[in-house]
């Protein structure tokens, strides 16, 4: 059960989110591109090509991520389709954390909130749950999209669809704890922008090359949602236990 003063400040921080047209933009954008459409032009691509011609010659050899192209041609849609529904979980509340707690403290709006019988980790948690009402739905909403015609079309198993569920939201999760840290180190928007792009740039290649790596769709899928569970949850303790008052306003 949230303290009482998380849910007040959430439902401000929520109220603040959807009068923001920047955020909501942004918010909007990017799981349209990298969870809609791009997902979806792999999912006709696959429906109209024939299974023979995606059959490899015996000897062309093949990393362990997509081993099962052999048997099943649908291993090569897998294996695009699942760290690009990753990389826009990851993109889109990032951008949205850092653009509502900057633009907060370049208004000075955050000076009202130490006023308040609230603690620093209150407001951290208020954030971040409000990002994660914002984008979670959003990004949950688009991918459903995709799983109807995986499912309809035969292209991927309810098991395998539930984990890309998982995954989504680890991956919402990790983005938005660690956007809300790294704005809590940056000055501006720039700043912020730019250390967002330090830190989720190798997370984002790591989960591309981890599919390589890791034998079947479903368990890599797994892999990279306890992933980024963990990441989300050392993130968030450490912002818990690091910043104050005085950090949060600088």
Not at 180 to 194: I, K, Q
Request: hydrophobic share 55%; glycine share 8%.
């Amino acid at each position: 059960m949230l303290a009482r003063e998380v849910r007040l400040l959430f439902r401000k921080e929520l109220r603040q989110l959807l009068r923001n047209r920047g955020a909501m933009l942004t918010a909007l954008f990017l799981p349209l591109l990298m969870i809609l459409l791009m997902p979806l032009a792999q999912i006709a691509s696959m429906s109209s090509a024939s299974p023979k011609d995606l059959r490899l010659p015996p000897e062309v050899q093949l990393p362990p991520g997509l081993a099962e192209l052999r048997e099943d041609p649908r291993a090569i849609l897998w294996f695009i389709l699942t760290p690009l529904i990753a990389t826009g979980s990851l993109l889109c509340p990032a951008v949205t954390a850092s653009y509502i707690f900057i633009s907060e403290r370049e208004t000075r709006t955050l000076e009202l909130l130490v006023a308040l019988p609230v603690r620093v980790g209150h407001i951290l948690l208020a954030k971040l749950l409000a990002v994660l009402a914002l984008a979670g739905p959003v990004s949950l909403g688009m991918f459903c999209v995709d799983a109807v015609l995986l499912l309809e079309r035969g292209l991927g198993s309810p098991g395998y669809v539930l984990m890309l569920v998982g995954m989504l939201l680890c991956a919402l999760a990790c983005s938005t704890s660690t956007a809300l840290l790294v704005s809590l180190l940056a000055r501006d928007f720039r700043s912020a922008s730019n250390l967002n792009g330090l830190v989720l740039g190798p997370i984002i290649l790591g989960s591309f090359g981890l599919m390589t790596v890791v034998p079947g769709a479903t368990f890599a899928a797994g892999v990279l949602a306890a992933l980024y569970a963990a990441g989300a949850g050392v993130t968030t303790l450490l912002a818990m236990r690091v910043v104050t008052f005085e950090r949060l306003l600088r």
